[in-house]
């Protein structure tokens, strides 16, 4: 189930991906969307490429980097008061979360380490709804929860104390399955 509904997403932004390519307007929020989902399927890379002195065109991997970057950064602030998520704004953090954890993208994984902990803080009831509704983002944003205890060396005996006051509210926001596959992060 949840890999059937991975594919319907992908196919989803594939078509998406394609239907930017093909628009000549440029709107910076379908270019980031461009640019996330063509660093997942490692598509429509050209732009992220140098002639080396030799005349070869080589990938450059530090420009991607800097452009899903600055993509992050844009997306890991709070887009409503109070430090508050929209849904879409927070979608599309846990989805880099996911493709961080898919691409095995360690500058990413650390940095949701740190900030994804105050955001689920602020966004509870949110960020579970979404972990609901899309559940093959659990695994990725239910570990990087997880990695904030002991990320560089703090909060590390917290632990225990957020699973007490989370764990109740973890298991009746997600359904049964989905809460288990969350709480298996933390082991």
Do not use: W
């Amino acid at each position: 189930m949840i890999i059937t509904r991975f594919f319907a997403i992908l196919i989803f932004f594939s078509v998406t991906v394609v239907a930017c390519a093909q628009n000549t307007k440029t709107d910076p929020e379908i270019d980031n969307f461009h640019t996330i989902l063509s660093n997942l399927l490692k598509i429509n890379n050209d732009k992220y490429t140098y002639v080396d002195s030799e005349g070869v065109k080589q990938p450059d991997s530090l420009k991607e980097f800097k452009a899903m970057e600055e993509i992050y950064i844009a997306y890991s602030k709070p887009d409503l008061p109070s430090k508050k998520f929209s849904e879409k704004h927070l979608k599309v953090l846990l989805f880099l979360a996911f493709i961080s954890e898919v691409n095995n993208n360690a500058a990413f994984l650390e940095y949701l380490a740190g900030d994804l902990m105050p955001i689920y803080g602020s966004n509870k009831k949110l960020f579970l709804d979404i972990l609901n509704e899309q559940p093959f983002l659990i695994p990725a944003a239910c570990d990087r929860l997880n990695a904030y205890f002991g990320f560089e060396g703090k909060n590390t005996n917290n632990k225990p104390d957020f699973l007490q006051q989370n764990v109740s509210d973890i298991k009746q926001e997600l359904e049964s399955k989905h809460a288990q596959l969350c709480l298996d992060q933390f082991k």
